[in-house]
């Protein structure tokens, strides 16, 4: 019995535990609905899965089951990143064990409960408890904002080297309750909608309407919703990179105030879709532009960081170029992390730029079903991005060293970026190759595509397999972890 | 040399990579589903869209019972050519068309009164060809539903004749009937109900996953060297309203340039097929795996 309380303890008390879960229940999601899709269906895995697990496809409710999909991995994403902020930003015990135990009980209600009610059928009791996932998820966001207040003196900055405001309050705080507050509101923004669609059953995608020319303001509100919502979970990883990397001095005392108003202003940009949709645009690309910034130092502070530290470890005085590169390179994880918000640019920022600039020239001469491609395939990959950078975060924390360090690093680095890549030759095929010409080009797309993801998804498996074989052992890693928490809790 | 041997393997893979592909031959295949065949659709209710709204056209109307095929096609430009009402231009079919109304909607364009392109002739994919003087239809596409044509060339080939293009409601009646269907054929889709992206059938042969167009009313139950289809006509016994191409319909929206087609075609994979799935474009777009069918 001890043995299980402990194992228990370890999982769901410990940061490392609370993580390591939810990119399980992530993994597991992910492993068995992306069956039902793409490749896997082509090759009759979807045949399969839909019959061992006695799944209840119903095809006009297909747009419905993904959006409980998305929402199940969504709400799984945002504990994962709320178990980070609760251990990297100072806050009292009671109110990181309420944050993580609500957040905790949140997504895994949403996540059961929506996914059984969404494939395997209709009762209403499923579809209850969906929802109070969700209302556990917004009452933990409201404690979390609540602990996060950046005004209580215990909180001001005693060293001056990081980014600080009147009185000394310590701005990545601010920007950390900011990024929270605007999660908040934005939640709103969908829970509106929501209930509505939701109650009649008669959900959407937004990108099978965007070519409507009018819009339902609850429509526009879903957009507005689903857009803001990955921004804020992008911000958030941002600020757990920027701890993690203890991102300090003059570019994060310009980083922060820039994170704070673009997370700001993109947050107003994407709530004004509903009643300024002609200049909701403009705004959202002016807060994009500061939080894209504030990416940007981060990235010039952790790729320095990196080096000096390599190279001072080694006792290198005076480096050579590669000797600089090779220590830029030392570690594949925190390398990653940034790089990955680098790589984002040209995978999914231009591209994504691109669109809006030459929609009506270019984009809108093509059908519908192209421009929905690009759409689709645009979010995915910031998606994917993001949960690169959650799972080189999480491999450090979990204690990930030597040669797996390296290995699992890399692949996840050169694995998710040829995929990505391969998606965006995908995605804009139109600008090259006409439709009666496509199929070799789609068919080596889909390879890299393929191949990429693959080996993301194997490293993932090997990550959660390693940590699964060590919670069977009884004096495994995990023991040492829980023991390892219980002496700082005494000191 | 090491690198340059590895530069020119990726760059033969890339050209490699890059060549179309081509089917070693055409299968051909009679499907005994006469292009020439009407359904006719009783006036009355039916369910609508996705989340079924129910929708009423209270009157009887009949939609062909294929796709226009290349034949069909062909000999319609024959006739229009003589009877002037067609003009070449360089490599192009056009047609006068009066023009929308312009509302001046964000992303709105003009489409104006004038001359505007049927089919264009040097396009990969148009299995027609035009000697100076007749169109014919390439004899391994004859009975292939008819693409490469604009709404506007589908909307001339209709009124041609006296018919029209359906609308958007009238096509989806037609595919699903009265019980609320997603697929014209019932509740579920298999590969061999319709020509989709990757659904084997004979055509996708050395071609690739999206593979080629089949005979319209293809799936009509029979076997063919072997490949045995479903018979996956629509309750009014309506074939291809699902796969092989998309087909174009009648509606105008307001502020609005795109026209709609619907049915999905090989190039989707099988949920694009329901019946509710729509697609848009210009009017002066077309495509290898667009096409239409008239109503009346």
Known sequence: MQAITDRFKYLFRLTKGLALVGIAMVALTTAIFSTLSGPMAEWGIKDISVRLLGMRLVEAEREGRIVMLYHSIAMAVIAIEVYFITALVPMKDNQRLTINTTVTFGYLFTMIFGLWFGYWGHNWILHGLFLLGLSLMLFAGITLSVALWPWRTEYRVTDRTYAHGPGEIDLERTAFFTMALATLGSVIVGAIPGSYFGNGFESFLAENVIRQPHKTPLELAVIGHLHIMLVLIAVAIMLVVSRWFDFRGALHKVAMPLTIWGTLIITLGAWLVVPFEAIAHYIIYAGSTLVMLAALLLVIYGFGKLIRDRLAEQGIQKASLGQKFAALFHDPLKFGSLWQMVFMNFTTSGPGIFMAVELDKIIRQWPGREERIILTGHWHMLSAIIATIILFYFADLAGLKGKARQWLGWLIIVGSDIAFVAVDIFELKRLFIGEASQQPLVDWTMLFTDLGLGTVVIVLAALMIWRLVDLFKKNGRWKQELAEAAQEVSQ | ?296
């Open chain 2, 1 to 296: 040399m090491k690198r340059t041997l590895l530069f020119l393997t990726l760059a033969a893979v890339l050209i490699a990579g890059c060549a179309p592909a081509q089917a070693a031959s055409v299968p051909s295949f009679e499907t005994s589903v006469s292009p020439e065949a009407w359904a006719r659709v009783p006036a009355g209710k039916f369910l609508m869209g996705p989340h079924n709204h129910e929708t009423l056209i209270d009157y009887d109307y009949e939609i062909m019972a294929t796709d226009v095929t290349n034949a069909q096609y062909a000999r319609y430009l024959n006739e229009a050519l003589a009877a002037g009402k067609i003009k070449l231009t360089g490599s192009q079919i056009v047609g006068y068309y009066p023009g929308d109304v312009f509302h001046n909607y964000k992303h709105e364009k003009r489409i104006d009164a004038g001359d505007w392109l049927y089919v264009p002739l040097d396009e990969r994919g148009l299995r027609l060809a035009f000697d100076g003087k007749t169109f014919a239809a390439n004899p391994a596409y004859e009975n292939h539903p008819m693409v490469q044509v604009t709404w506007f060339g589908a909307k001339a080939y209709c009124e041609s004749y006296g018919w029209r293009l359906p609308t958007e409601a009238e096509w989806e009646k037609a595919a699903r009937g009265t019980d609320g269907r997603p697929f014209p054929w019932g509740e579920t889709i298999a590969r061999n109900n319709a020509n989709y992206y990757d659904s084997r059938d004979p055509f996708e042969r050395g071609l690739g996953k999206q593979g080629d167009t089949t005979p319209v009313g293809f799936y009509n139950g029979a076997t063919y060297d072997g490949y045995q289809t479903l018979d996956s006509a629509s309750p009014y016994g309506v074939y291809d309203m699902a796969g092989n191409v998309w087909q174009w319909t009648a509606d105008i929206y307001e502020g609005v340039h795109y026209r709609f087609m619907r049915g999905g075609s090989r190039g989707n994979y099988d949920y694009n097929l329901r019946v509710w799935t729509r697609n848009d474009a210009r009017p002066d777009y077309y495509g290898p795996s667009v096409g239409f069918r008239c109503a009346r």
